[in-house]
């Protein structure tokens, strides 16, 4: 077995490290850029470099290059802090989806826009009442003639307030058990009717939102998959979103630049630094297998579980080797305050470890209250 890059991934990983310095330069270094820097100028440059759609198909307007490719251009914007989020959620998700589930007619509608870095998405998911047990979710989509008429509020919703496109899961059946009757839907942001409220969050960030449906009329076209049937391929995306580079290389920066700072003659700061050293290079051995696609089945469960519990650390470790400076110095203060989000977003740890627990190694489950 071969471990080392081939030449042509390395001249990749360089050309990524210099675009991203000079985005770093041009628009400023965003911790967790991904979800926190947030341009569309920089999304346009993606797609001029085939950086948008790298892996689909070529048929589909993609680039038809190995996973891999993209995990090194991922790593090297994203840990250098390069404004990445306009494309981020359609490249990595809905563009996969539409590719996967979607009509001819969606995909030549949809996908060039993700392609040419014009189109953000926002993802309509959770719900006030309902977030990890999606299936309980209440927006509902009801089928009137050639449409379908939305009523609902989601939350958390991400680039509601910027995005061109919701990716929205609603209930168009309440008659069966409640995983069945989710559907997926394509909602325009400009259609009338939906009312979004940023939520600012602790550091005082506004990409997330509230986003209400109140009679929002959507042609059926845009439902994408079958209908009543989209929890597995809801699940599908969200075991394709969760084993990403993007869950271990949010804080990569603020830890390089913290490094330069640190007393490194100190043994404790020594031995930190050790150990998310450590936490990284295992972090990446975890991910480069789910990009390989040679992780188990639902393992990217603990993939996610360890790569934003490694993120965790290194925000701590950051601000406690940098003493009272943290809270005056560059992002720091602002790492910390936005920990929590790692192991919430996408999931929470608790449910990861559900999910381990009882689909990848097949612990028996604790019975819920109607079972008993
Ligand atoms: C930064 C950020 C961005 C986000 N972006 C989006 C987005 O774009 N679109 C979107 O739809 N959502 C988004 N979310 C929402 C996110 O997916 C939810 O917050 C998450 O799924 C948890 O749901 P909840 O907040 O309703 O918590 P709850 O599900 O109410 O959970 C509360 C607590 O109970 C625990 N818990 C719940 N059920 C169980 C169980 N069965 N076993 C053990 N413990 C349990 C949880 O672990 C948690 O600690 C975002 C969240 C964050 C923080």
């Known amino acids: 077995m071969n471990f080392s890059w081939t030449s042509e991934q390395v001249k990749l990983r360089m050309h990524a490290r210099t675009v991203a310095a000079n985005a770093v330069e041009q628009y400023g270094r965003h911790n967790d850029s991904w979800i926190n820097g947030f341009s569309k100028g920089f999304a346009k440059e993606m797609a001029a470099h085939g950086w948008i759609g790298m892996t689909w198909p070529t048929e589909y307007g993609g680039g038809g290059r190995p996973d891999i490719d993209r995990l090194i251009v991922g790593e090297e914007l994203i840990a250098a802090g390069a404004p990445v989020a306009a494309m981020w959620f359609a490249d990595r998700q809905m563009g996969p989806t539409l590719i996967n589930y979607g009509t001819a007619d969606q995909q030549a509608e949809f996908l060039p826009g993700i392609l040419s870095g014009d189109t953000t998405w926002c993802i309509g998911m959770s719900e006030p009442d309902s977030g990890s047990d999606l299936a309980s979710l209440a927006t509902s989509a009801v089928r009137v003639g050639d449409d379908f008429i939305i009523n609902g509020q989601k939350i958390w919703t991400s680039f509601g307030e910027s995005a061109d496109y919701c990716y929205l899961i609603c209930r168009t059946d309440v008659s069966g058990p409640p995983h069945r009757g989710i559907s997926e839907v394509i909602v325009p942001m400009d259609t009338p009717g939906i009312e979004v409220r940023p939520i ?10 509230e986003v209400w449906f109140s009679d929002v009329r959507v042609s059926a076209a845009n439902l994408v998959g079958v209908e009543g049937s989209a929890f597995k391929q809801t699940m599908a995306q969200l075991e394709h ?9 949010s804080n990569r920066a603020l830890y390089e630049l913290a490094r330069e700072h640190v007393d490194r003659t100190d043994p404790v700061i020594r031995q930190e630094m050790a150990k998310i050293e450590t936490g990284y290079t295992l ?11 040679q992780a188990p089945r639902g393992f990217s469960a603990a993939t996610k579980c360890f790569c934003t519990e490694h993120e965790q650390a290194v ?21 910390l305050a936005y920990d929590p989000a790692y192991t919430i977003m996408g999931g929470t740890s608790d449910i990861m ?8 190694l097949g612990l028996p489950r604790e019975p819920k209250e109607q079972e008993i």
Do not use: K, P, Q, Y
């Open 283 to 293: 972090g990446r051995i975890l991910v480069t297998r789910e990009v390989l696609r």
């Open 315 to 335: 925000a701590s470790f950051v601000a406690r080797a940098l003493g009272a400076e943290a809270m005056l110095w560059n992002g720091v203060g602002r790492g």
């Open 353 to 360: 470890r559900n999910i381990l627990g009882e689909r990848v």
């Open 241 to 249: 979103e969760r084993g990403g580079i993007d869950r271990l290389v």
């Open 200 to 209: 600012t969050d602790m550091t005082t960030n506004r990409h997330f939102c």
